[in-house]
Each structure stands twice: as C-alpha cells, then as structure tokens.
Nanobody, 120 residues
Framework: QVQLVESGGGLVQPGGSLRLSCAAS????????MGWYRQAPGKERELVAR???????NYADSVKGRFTISRDNVKNTVYLQMNSLKPEDTAVYYC??????????????WGQGTQVTVSS
C-alpha cells in the first residue's frame, strides 16, 4: 500500500501564491512520476504539471511561467509552487504518484484532493 498526504490548499486573492505538497509513503520501491491534476466544477480533470524520473517536467499551457513543480527524492514529496494565481485556477487539486511497490508491482495512486480558491 502507498499513502499520499496532500496539504497547502486554501483561499488566495488573484495575483497571490500558494504552495501545494504531497508526501508519498508506504511500500515504495521506486517512483517513476509525480504530478498534480485539477478539476473545476463541471469540467474534466486535467493535468497541471508532472515530473518524471525526478527531472523531466510537463506543464499545462495555462500554467507555464506561473507554476513550478519540484520533487524531494529523499522525502518522496512533490511540490507545486503556484504564483500569479488567477480565478480560473480555482479547482480541486489532486496529487498523482506512479511507480513500483516493494512487491515489484506497478502502482498508480491519487491523493484525496485539496481545494484551491482564487477570489477577491
């Protein structure tokens, strides 16, 4: 089993910043990718940012230049630094971790979600 604990969401004014964290723990042998997705009301879940093999990153066009994803390999934690937030960034943000567990089986887990609201 792998557990994910998210933190860092909240209410922020337009132009403000938030930092999300997601810590993975449990029977982890190797993590291949860690990422953040979001889902706004009435919309499908979409990729925000992802870091693969601890180095390669992908970002949604809508967040490029404003959001930065990073990973602490020792703590198995992924961070999403969100700057210059806009009302359209309002959504529930979900952490996703993909890897291999100690039974050498593939896993793909989602966090419980954290609400980010950008409003004046």
């Amino acid at each position: 089993q792998v557990q994910l604990v998210e933190s860092g969401g909240g209410l922020v004014q337009p132009g403000g910043s938030l930092r999300l964290s997601c810590a993975a723990s449990g029977k982890i042998y190797k993590i291949d990718a860690m990422g953040w997705y979001r889902q706004a009301p009435g919309k499908e879940r979409e990729l925000v940012a992802r870091i693969i093999s601890g180095r390669n990153t992908n970002y949604a066009d809508s967040v490029k230049g404003r959001f930065t994803i990073s990973r602490d390999n020792v703590k198995n934690t992924v961070y999403l630094q969100m700057n210059s937030l806009k009302p359209e960034d309002t959504a529930v943000y979900y952490c996703n971790v993909v890897g291999i567990d100690t039974n050498i089986k593939y896993f793909n887990y989602w966090g419980q979600g954290t609400q980010v609201t950008v409003s004046s």
